[in-house]
């Protein structure tokens, strides 16, 4: 542990400037969430809440048990400071509109995605919560408001719930990670201003999908594949957890590259991961410990986006492995 620094002592201390009180208070409030969905994930099955539903959400993804459980425990704690004007959730098709008098110290968005790799909570492998938040220009926000494109974020960060539960986050000044004391029910720093190495020899992607990936990105996971033998003289390990959490986790304290490229299959949908609570977060706290983060033709936090669901192309992780990642994809069409 760093110096035994608390999470909310660390935000007292370090946060400041004009979103100082918001960001205090819906910084703790999002911890608590955090702490009650570890909860929730770690009784899953004692719960009988390990299964699929019947329902579909507005991506037309079967949810889980634990989809609807988590947002609905991320939605109603995080209205506790009152700073939240609006939410939107990956669960949710349209914006949720905060009663006015939730919300009297106006005027955030909240955008999150309340279970991130959802697919692996009934296998017991690691599963995260994304955030972001953006100042809404109104105290009664409507669609539009939420539409910024990522560059505007005032806050990311994520939870993982994994060997043990962390919070990460940026708010510009760089990325710090916290690790809950399970007995204390506290999060405490562990990992100050994490940084993404330049260089890595481990990437990872779903391999599965690779008939239906575009050149640039085949080209890319070929030479790796080819390792010594290949241009670029060196051997490449691969990971593929089916959390992006975990993944960008992995490469915050390791390196490495993170991709779920377009491929034909969900072309038509614009990509896989979501721009606004999953592809947004996780590219301002790569590009805040010294990451890139790239669609392959251009930054994804300048994405600007046309509707709450938005998919994109997602590259992101270690410097040098992304600049040539984007050099292969050419330098201007999208
Ligand atoms: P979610 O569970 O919130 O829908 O997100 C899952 C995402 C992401 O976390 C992961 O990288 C990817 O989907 C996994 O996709 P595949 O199952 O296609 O590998
Ligand atoms: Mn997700
Ligand atoms: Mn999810």
Known sequence: MTENIKFSDYLSAHMHGEHRTALIGMLNDIT?????????????ALEGNMHSLNTENVQGEVQKALDVITHEIFSETTLTSGFVVGMASEEMENIIEVDEALAPNGQYLLLFDPLDGSSNVNVNISVGTIFSILKSPLARP????FLQPGTQQICAGYALYGTSTMFVFTTGEGVHGFTLDNELGEFFLTH???KVQEDTQEFAINMSNYRFWQAPVQRYIDECLQGEEGDREKDFNMRWVASMVAEIHRILVRGGVFMYPMDSKIK???GKLRLMYEANPMSMIMEQAGGLSTTGSMRILEVVPNALHQRVPVMMGSKHEIERIIAYHGKTKR
């Open 32 to 44: 608590v969430a955090c702490k009650k969905i570890a909860i929730a994930i770690d009784s899953g």
């Open 142 to 145: 409507t669609l539009k408001d």
């Open 268 to 270: 038509k949908q614009g």
């Open 192 to 194: 100050p201003h994490m």
